[in-house]
């Protein structure tokens, strides 16, 4: 099992990126993003029901970031919009095989990626 993830970067407040992570290795029934920025907890970002479209979002992010997915790829994308400097943080996708319902919490998810880290300036 191995989960890709990748389209981090510098961008400037109030900019955009679009991050994606590609999974392999078998079926993946829900597929999210965490984010953990220096020195706090790893907080929920946004998940996706593969086999619903259903979608979840952090409080912190609803209405500028938006989940999406490719499941021919196994492919899940995080498009963020109106970046806040306090987004500053990596990001890291996670997958469950066993799992069929969103998990706002990383117990729910027993793979993971290596992250990529989204740098926001003011």
């Known amino acids: 099992v191995q989960l890709q993830a990748s389209g981090g970067g510098l961008v400037q407040a109030g900019g955009s990126l679009r991050l994606s992570c590609a999974a392999s290795?078998?079926?993946?029934?829900?597929m999210g993003w965490f984010r953990q920025a220096p020195g706090k907890e790893r907080e929920f970002v946004a998940a996706?029901?593969?086999?619903?479209?259903?979608?979840s979002y952090g409080d912190s992010v609803k209405g500028r970031f938006t989940i999406s997915g490719d499941n021919a790829k196994n492919t899940v994308f995080l498009q963020v919009n109106s970046l806040k400097p306090e987004d500053t943080a990596v990001y890291y996708c996670?997958?469950?095989?066993?799992?069929?319902?969103?998990?706002?919490?990383?117990?729910?998810?027993?793979?993971w990626g290596q992250g990529t880290l989204v740098t926001v300036s003011s």
């Open positions: 290795g078998r079926t993946f029934y829900v």
């Open positions: 996706l029901s593969t086999s619903t479209g259903s979608t």
């Open positions: 996670a997958a469950t095989s066993v799992r069929t319902v969103i998990y706002r919490t990383s117990r729910g998810y027993e793979h």
